[in-house]
Each structure stands twice: as C-alpha cells, then as structure tokens.
C-alpha cells in the first residue's frame, strides 16, 4: 500500500511542478509579425491558425518546418497543401537541420536574417511553448510572440508530453548557445 501511496505522490508532485511549464505556459495573443512560423510536427490546426493571422493581415509571410518523411508528410495534409500549392502569400517550407526545436530556431535566424524580418510568431502545442521559448530566445534576439494552437490533447497524450518536455528540457539544459 504505501508503494501505491507513494506512486500516488510522485504523480501528483510531477504534475504540479509541471503545470506552469506545460499545462499553463506563457504565451501571447496572435498579434502583427512579419512572419508566423509553424514548428513541427505542422498539424492542420497550427497551420489553420497560421493562415488565419496571414489572411487577417497580421502577417505576410507562412514558414513551415515539414519533414521529407512520406509517412510523415501524408500525415500533414494541410501543411503539405500549404507548401505545395499556390498561396495568395508568402510561404517558405523546408526541413531544418536537426529536424528538432534547435534546427527550427536556427532556421527561424538565418530566415529573419536573409528577410530582415524584426518579428515573427511562433506557433506551437501548449507542452511545448516554455521549452521553444528557452530554445528560440538562445538562437534570435529578435522580437518573439509564442502562440499557443489549443490543439485539445488526449490524458495519454498529457502524459506522454511530461515525459517527453521534461526529457527534453534537460537535453536543452546540457547544451550551451543555439
């Protein structure tokens, strides 16, 4: 009993200490940017919200982080239907390298270095806002807004994003600059 008690315990402490980091993070409205930038994976409802600030004139440009993966590509049909087909805007699809948060952040600076771009929103899932934060800010000192997709998320998926955020948080601590 007092192992199941225990268990108990540590589940109820992990999700507390996680809460502010992956459950509420910080993030901003959608807001004018010069780009808005779908990391991956592009699920259709980050990119439908990306199109939307575009058509609502809050900026000019789509950047897309798509895998070449075919299995992962036919997963994707809105943010493949977004890069390959013609667009009334702007849109700039590639894999980064690593196709991992890092690559993204360094293609989101060698972008707004080659476009002049000052801000660019980033879109993303809840869990996954504060670490893109801490990642992005090491790679661009630009002007940053973190929109959060409020794609709704499944409990095993919750839990599946605590293991994978904190596993991950601290390969990011481990590494140093961009």
């Given at each position: 009993?007092?192992i199941?008690?225990?268990?108990?315990?540590c589940?109820?402490?992990?999700t507390a200490?996680g809460w502010?980091?992956?459950?509420?993070p910080a993030?901003?409205e959608?807001?004018?940017?010069?780009?808005?930038?779908?990391i991956g994976?592009?699920?259709?409802?980050?990119i439908?919200?990306?199109?939307?600030?575009?058509?609502?004139g809050?900026?000019d440009?789509l950047?897309?982080s798509?895998?070449?993966d075919?299995?992962e590509r036919?997963q994707?049909?809105a943010a493949?239907?977004a890069?390959?087909?013609?667009?009334?805007?702007a849109?700039?699809?590639?894999?980064?390298?690593?196709?991992?948060?890092?690559?993204?952040?360094r293609?989101?600076?060698d972008?707004?270095?080659?476009?002049?771009?000052d801000a660019v929103?980033?879109?993303t899932?809840?869990p996954?806002?504060t670490?893109?934060?801490?990642?992005?800010?090491?790679?661009?000192?630009?002007d940053?807004a973190?929109?959060?997709?409020?794609?709704r998320?499944?409990?095993w998926?919750?839990?599946?994003?605590y293991?994978?955020q904190?596993?991950?948080f601290?390969?990011v601590?481990?590494?140093?600059g961009?």
């Amino acid at each position: 009993m007092r192992i199941v008690i225990g268990m108990l315990a540590c589940g109820v402490l992990a999700t507390a200490l996680g809460w502010p980091f992956y459950v509420a993070p910080a993030h901003d409205e959608p807001r004018d940017v010069d780009a808005v930038y779908v990391i991956g994976p592009p699920t259709d409802e980050r990119i439908a919200l990306a199109e939307g600030m575009v058509r609502d004139g809050l900026a000019d440009t789509l950047v897309v982080s798509l895998g070449e993966d075919p299995v992962e590509r036919s997963q994707r049909p809105a943010a493949v239907r977004a890069c390959e087909e013609p667009q009334d805007f702007a849109v700039l699809c590639s894999e980064p390298d690593p196709f991992a948060t890092r690559g993204e952040a360094r293609w989101l600076r060698d972008l707004a270095d080659e476009h002049g771009w000052d801000a660019v929103a980033v879109v993303t899932t809840t869990p996954h806002l504060t670490r893109t934060r801490v990642i992005m800010e090491r790679c661009w000192d630009g002007d940053l807004a973190y929109i959060d997709s409020e794609e709704r998320l499944w409990p095993w998926q919750w839990a599946y994003q605590y293991a994978y955020q904190t596993a991950a948080f601290a390969k990011v601590a481990a590494q140093d600059g961009c």
